[in-house]
């Protein structure tokens, strides 16, 4: 089991969790979403927690979480897409982590997400227009708050996996 923490970033329906789950596998560790994680302390659904208490309380779950998960060890931790806005959340995950953005075109990211509701930021309107406006927002901040990347556009989770695990061999030599 390796001791640095594997925190997987990037936009929403890029693959995070899926890809997560098979890369905790391959190397012995513990995964965690975060975002399930939230789901299940607060004992509701994120797009629940948005309407009743709006982003702004969601986002301090959000810091809560990376406070506690800073101190974990071995584990795979699926962030959820705007954890990438606080810097106080990336220097908390970085402490025993490598924080690793799986980065994905727009037209992927909406094959995976196009009928899925469960995201209140791309809810309402037009989704790919929205997904491509918050994305290239968002995109500094992911490039600047990672230490590494990998382009996973037009693959398969498993392909995805692979590449990471290549790029993580890599890291380590
Ligand atoms: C968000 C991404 C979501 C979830 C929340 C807000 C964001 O997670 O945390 O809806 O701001 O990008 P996923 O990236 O797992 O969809």
């Known amino acids: 089991m390796r001791k640095e923490?594997?925190?997987?970033?990037g936009f929403m329906g890029c693959?995070?969790?899926?890809?997560?789950?098979?890369?905790?596998?391959?190397?012995d560790c513990v995964f965690?979403?975060?975002?399930?994680?939230?789901?299940?302390?607060?004992?509701?659904?994120?797009?629940?927690?948005?309407?009743k208490y709006?982003?702004?309380?969601?986002?301090?779950?959000e810091t809560e979480l990376c406070e506690e998960l800073s101190v974990r060890q071995g584990c795979v931790i699926a962030t959820g897409g705007g954890v990438i806005k606080s810097e106080k959340n990336m220097e908390l995950l970085?402490?025993?982590?490598i924080v690793l953005?799986?980065?994905?075109s727009p037209e992927h990211i909406y094959n995976n997400i196009r009928g899925d509701k469960s995201r209140p930021l791309l809810n309402g309107g037009n989704k790919m227009k929205k997904i491509r406006d918050m994305m290239e927002e968002r995109r500094p901040l992911y490039e600047e708050r990672s230490d590494v990347e990998a382009d996973i556009t037009g693959m398969k989770s498993s392909e995805a996996v692979g590449l990471i695990m290549d790029i993580l061999r890599e890291m380590e030599k």
């Open 5 to 9: 923490n594997i925190v997987l970033v």
């Open 94 to 97: 970085k402490k025993n982590g």
């Open 15 to 27: 693959g995070k969790t899926t890809i997560g789950k098979k890369l905790a596998r391959a190397n």
């Open 54 to 61: 709006g982003e702004a309380e969601f986002r301090k779950m």
């Open 101 to 104: 953005y799986i980065k994905a």
């Open 32 to 51: 965690i979403d975060m975002d399930d994680e939230i789901e299940k302390r607060a004992g509701m659904k994120i797009t629940d927690i948005f309407e």
